[in-house]
């Protein structure tokens, strides 16, 4: 019997992002593809673990730290999850949320979503002790999980970890079962009015490249702009954004939502016109395929994973240049067939990632971290 500890301390459950995301959709689909003769259990912070989620069908071990405090959290990382992972009689740790034990006398793996640390970070020095600290743990681990190619080339390019031991497993996608906010009453409850809508939903993070978005949106003559809606949890930069909007003109051609329900995310992937995704910097880019799987047709960056994982279904822009990011908002808002194209290449493309395939590859790749003589006996080999 070997037992796996799934490293989630970092969760904090409405503000964690796409990391979040994924951990709810994996969890499940994980769970169903272990083999018998191993065992999962979970090791969170108590806030983490007091909220819904697919952890609850788990062995749970709590870390009680303050998940607001990232050198705490950081610390708790380095030094108590490794306890944690002995006291269960863990045979792996496994941290999903990059940062991983430098110490343990267990094998270990991680999951690396990202080098966003690495690639922006240089002048902050807040980037650069995370950095830090995720090219430690990846470096000290049996094995790597990264989701795209891209994100690979760049963890093996800044890092000293070898591409030999760095597994490429992409994310799923799967719809949610829950039914849309009808369009008349999302209209109606965020005061759109009756305009086109064009959906980006992305935290308030630097690299999310939102400055440069609204500088776009204000060149989009004032008649042919649609209502650019963006949802996501708030940052510190929210104030400097609203701000911005305010001196452009924009007040009434953006809406900040803030964190929404999933209903009412649905329902602005229905009622939406477009996706437009200008991020400077993504490790995979879960958004633009959940746009596709559900029929939106995508505008978006080609930096970092994005282009990848487009796949060329969705049309691609310089996020540097707001007029580049402004020609491919009025270009797919102005075409009709263009979308229609576009949306069905999307359906096709985002159709080829599943969760299942996700939990395969994750099950492969703890394997190999596990050893050859804990390895069930469909997992392939390194």
Partial sequence: MSRIALNLTYLDPGRTGGMEVVARALLPALMEAVPDDWELCAIM??????????????????????????????????????????????????????????????????????????????????LRVLARLVAGGASRAERVIVAATQTRDDLVRLTSVDASRVDIVPYGMSLPQVEPVPEAELRARFDLGDRPLVLSPSARQPHKNLDRLI???????????????LPGYETPQDDALRRRTTELGLDDDMRWLGWIEQDELE????????????SLYEGFGLPVLEAMQRGLPVACSDRGSLAEVAGGAALIFDPEDPAAIAAAMSRLHGDAMLREELRALGRAHAAGYTWEACAAGYVDSLARALGADRRPAHASAA
């Fill in 45 to 126: 912070n108590r806030r983490a673990a007091e909220s819904p989620g697919p952890w609850n069908e788990l062995p749970v071990k709590v870390i009680d730290v303050d998940i607001e405090s990232r050198p705490r959290w950081a610390a708790a990382e380095l030094t108590q999850v490794p306890v944690l992972a002995r006291k269960v009689r863990a045979d792996l740790i496994h941290s999903l949320g990059n940062i991983g034990p430098w110490a343990s006398s267990m094998p270990r793996s991680v999951t690396v979503n990202d080098l966003i640390h690495h690639v922006l970070g240089p002048d902050d020095l807040r």
């Fill in 215 to 229: 500088e776009a949106h204000a060149l989009v003559p004032a008649g042919e702009r649609p209502l650019l809606v």
């Fill in 267 to 278: 329902g602005f992937y229905a009622a939406s016109e477009l996706l437009l995704f200008p």
